[in-house]
């Protein structure tokens, strides 16, 4: 049995509106699930349909990176992805000054025990900040106070965008370094991310595509040879598809001022 959240984002691409109803899910939800995409000219195929397809430093000709473990490769700075160990919630790309939109994740197979893939709305941990600790996201908001990668980009977590929109950038894997005084704000920010961190266990040509200014994707520790397929890129030019979030969309569920923005 698939899981909930696989189920509730998951659009069937081969049918006759299904890029039209992915582009709508990706556009409200910023999350769209799919499968029946078995191997790596299944993988391109789909790509070719959903985005312009960006190339990266550990991707194929064809735009394809295959993420599974290679050992040592591992224990470099920015390289955890070829690994077994947790990777933390985080925005692909966030060295760049504009990450890629689109992340396309394919399980061709997954790991004898753990690896499951997980997500975190933007959208949610913002709206969080602002009902429980809006000392501390007005620190996360604040520009050219956190450098992405090296030498890579300084920025803030949450961007603002032109239309009135804000946008997430994240890594926690030892390139990213936080002024003060956004670096107290972290530990709230870790804790809220944890809160709405949701599993997305795929199985053998199961896959998702995620809006990477939206969403916070990572994965569990595993052990076995998992392997997985991801295309970055930008959505096609047919979609329309707004920056971020919405700031103040999302209703926090029993939220009041606690003790978070205290000192
Ligand atoms: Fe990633």
Redesign the pocket.
């Known amino acids: 049995m698939d899981h909930e959240d696989f189920t509730s984002h998951y659009v069937s691409l081969a049918s006759s509106d299904g890029l039209e109803r992915a582009a709508a899910m990706l556009a409200r939800d910023g999350l769209v699930t799919f499968d029946g995409v078995h191997d790596r000219r299944s993988v391109v195929d789909l790509a070719s349909r959903l985005l312009t397809t960006w190339e990266h430093r550990d991707a194929g000709a064809d735009g394809v990176t295959m993420i599974a473990d290679r050992g040592s490769v591992a224990d470099r700075l920015g390289y955890a992805?070829f690994g077994t160990r947790e990777?933390h919630p985080?925005?692909?790309a966030s060295a760049l000054a504009r990450p890629p939109r689109l992340?396309m994740l394919v399980c061709i197979q997954p790991a004898e025990s753990g690896g499951e893939s997980c997500v975190v709305d933007g959208a949610a941990v913002y709206a969080d900040l602002a009902a429980r600790a809006p000392g501390f996201l007005q620190r996360l908001r604040r520009p050219g106070t956190v450098r992405f990668g090296d030498p890579g980009y300084w920025g803030s977590v949450f961007e603002p965008t032109v239309d009135g929109r804000v946008t997430v950038r994240l890594r926690l894997d030892g390139l990213e370094h936080f002024t003060e005084p956004v670096d107290e704000a972290v530990p709230v920010l870790r804790a809220v991310i944890s809160r709405y961190e949701r599993d997305l266990p795929l199985r053998p040509g199961q896959g998702y595509v995620l809006d990477n200014w939206r969403m916070l994707?990572?994965r569990r520790e595993f052990r076995g040879s998992r392997l997985m397929y991801?295309v970055l890129g930008d959505p096609v030019s047919a979609w329309v598809l707004p920056s971020g979030f919405v700031p103040g969309s999302l209703a926090v569920v029993g939220a009041s001022t606690d003790a978070w923005d205290r000192p």
């Open positions: 992805g990777l985080h925005t692909d992340v994707h990572g991801r």
